[in-house]
């Protein structure tokens, strides 16, 4: 299993972009997809998007398609999360995901302990 540790969230004001970093140690980081899920107080688990293991391919929420990118770099072990044009309704604790490709949260068996992001309007 792969162990994962996020960085990088805080306070930003709406319109702002921030980028999320994730690291990751064991397991087979190379040949597992990646991704990120976030959850808002009160709400449930969401899915935010995913590569794969390769970095060919990525897919994303409607919610945050066209402002948030994935990329990882497997020779590094990172994964990241660019987020811009940052909304309120973006505040969440952002969690890093590893597993097989899809955007179930059962399809990921490695998760960050997660990092809050807070977008003020």
């Known amino acids: 299993q792969v162990t994962l540790v996020e960085s990088g969230g805080g306070l930003v004001q709406a319109g702002d972009s921030l980028r999320l970093s994730c690291v990751a140690s064991?397991?087979?980081?190379?040949?597992?997809?990646v991704g990120w899920f976030r959850q808002a107080p009160g709400k449930e688990r969401e899915f935010v998007g995913v590569i794969n293991w390769s970095g060919t391919n990525t897919m994303y929420a409607d919610s945050v398609k066209g402002r948030f990118t994935v990329s990882r770099d497997n020779a590094k072990k990172m994964v990241y999360l660019e987020m811009s044009s940052l909304k309120p309704e973006d505040t969440a604790v952002y969690y890093c995901v590893a597993g097989r490709w899809g955007t179930s949260a059962d399809y990921f068996g490695s998760w960050g302990r997660g990092i809050q992001v807070t977008v003020s309007s």
């Open positions: 064991g397991g087979t980081f190379s040949l597992s997809d």
